[in-house]
């Protein structure tokens, strides 16, 4: 399958200084990717899907201009968190999917992002 | 909205045996696709198998296979001669069909465990 690269694997900030997190597709172009956070323990939860060269959607409850999402080019997109504070604590993973013309396009995983706010 | 439902927070199984996993889901789409994806220790998404709801035949990939029942709206995962590497967090979801359509819905998860 294809490869979906996430950096960096690990951080660790203070709070009140942002944090960036990329994510790239390696080997295909990726015109839709997607954020989630997850929890020890938990499933994953989608924050924001998007599409490269658009404004990202926020689902539900996610604070836009605290998690600013870029995704200028088909093969990279960035998860900013703004602001950090200790509750902001998680593991981020980033997903990408390429328009093949198919009826189905696979979605792959990027390795995650263990962020901790101090 | 679609969900999806996995009633079983932990399951063991003993090397070699057989486990079944399950997993619900609502929906009111007649054509779908539904995945079971595994996440290990190292937390990276890997996908076990990917079963499309026109199919009335049953995905299988190696050791694994899947008992899918649209009329009930059940996607069980079966994992057969159980290795040590089986043991995960294993994700039932949904995605509505289409090349562009929709995002990943994600169960709760069944955490694996496999016994020497």
């Known amino acids: 399958g294809a490869v979906v690269s996430q950096h960096p694997s690990w951080v660790i900030c203070k709070s009140g200084t942002s944090v960036k997190i990329e994510c790239r597709s390696l080997?295909?172009?990726?015109?839709?990717m997607f954020w989630y956070r997850q929890f020890p323990k938990q499933s994953l939860m989608l924050m924001a899907t998007?599409?490269?060269?658009?404004?990202?959607?926020?689902e539900q409850g996610v604070e836009k201009d605290k998690f600013l999402i870029n995704h200028a080019s088909l093969t990279l997109s960035t998860l900013t968190v703004t602001s950090a504070h200790p509750e902001d604590s998680s593991f981020y993973i980033c997903?990408?999917?390429?328009?093949?013309?198919?009826?189905?396009?696979?979605?792959?995983f990027g390795p995650g992002t263990r962020l901790t706010v101090l | 909205a679609q969900t999806v439902t996995q009633s079983q927070p932990e399951m063991s199984v003993q090397e070699a045996e057989t486990v079944t996993l399950s997993c619900t889901y609502d929906?009111?789409?007649?054509?779908?696709?539904l995945f079971w994806y595994k996440q290990p220790p190292s937390r990276q998404m890997i996908l076990v198998i990917r079963?499309?709801?026109?199919?009335?035949q049953n995905a299988t990939e190696n050791r694994f296979s899947v008992n899918f029942q649209k009329a009930a709206k059940s996607f069980s995962l079966k994992i057969s001669d159980s290795q040590l590497g089986d043991a995960a967090m294993y994700f039932c979801?949904?995605?509505?069909?289409?090349?562009?359509?929709?995002?990943?819905?994600f169960g709760k998860g069944t955490k694996l465990s496999v016994k020497p």
């Open positions: 997903s990408a999917r390429g328009e093949t013309g198919k009826s189905y396009n696979e979605q792959f």
């Open positions: 080997d295909f172009q990726a015109t839709t």
């Open positions: 998007s599409n490269e060269g658009s404004k990202a959607t926020y």
């Open positions: 929906t009111s789409e007649s054509d779908y696709y």
């Open positions: 079963q499309e709801a026109y199919k009335q």
């Open positions: 979801a949904y995605r509505d069909y289409g090349g562009s359509q929709g995002n990943l819905i």
